[in-house]
């Protein structure tokens, strides 16, 4: 929504609005450019005199103080280890605050083996080969001590195979096991009860789920696609 407005470009905010705060101000100028604009979160940035501005898409801007200019793309840091970048850091956490909001009894959970020492949240779609290839690794992530924790993003969308066969496992009277079979290709029972399907599938699109299996680890970060075991485990830390 944003890249037209502002791609790699700086733009000169009008006067201010007297009284109001800089959250309010900013976001009452951005809704000038497009009202759909909402701003939900306002921080100091690592830039002297500029505000971290988080929007409800997802998106980092950074402003001036001075309500005057706003800058988007990427923030990088200059270190001697090289080149950080700060605006990815940032979008990390806020990723990893919004998708471990979401409540455990809503996700179908394959828990780890004695002690659990990491947790990925996976969106997963039971038509998805890559997400059948991603399961058959589960048990020995979860022999490793890694719970994983799926969500659902059925890829073509609320309707047909896929989104029929989500609503399936989340309400089968045993998720994990409708899981597994889905994705060994049997046939599941037809199910219908309360779900979370189309609930978690915007809220794919919001933290920038394109495709599955979508992998988000602990700090944030994402992994779009198969990752073998030694790799994900790499990742983790452990």
Known sequence: MLKSFFFGALLLFVAGSVGATPQQTIQKRLQKIDPRIEVVGL??????????????????????????YILAGNLLQITDDGLVNVTELARSEVRSKTIQSVAVEDQVVFAAKGETKAIIQVFTDSTCPYCSRLHEQVPELNRQGVEVRYLAFPRQGLQGKGFQDL?????????????????????????????PIAEQYELGHKLGVQGTPSIFLPDGRVIPGFVPTDRLISELGL
């Not at 921080?43 to 950074?62: A, M, T």
């Open 167 to 195: 609503v399936n496992i989340w309400c089968a009277d045993n998720p994990q096991q409708a899981m597994t079979h889905a994705k060994a290709g049997k046939s599941i029972a037809q199910k219908s009860c309360d779900n």
């Open 43 to 68: 921080k100091e940035s690592p830039v002297k005199n500029f505000y971290e501005v988080q929007l409800s898409s997802g998106d980092l801007l950074y402003v001036s103080k001075q309500e005057d």
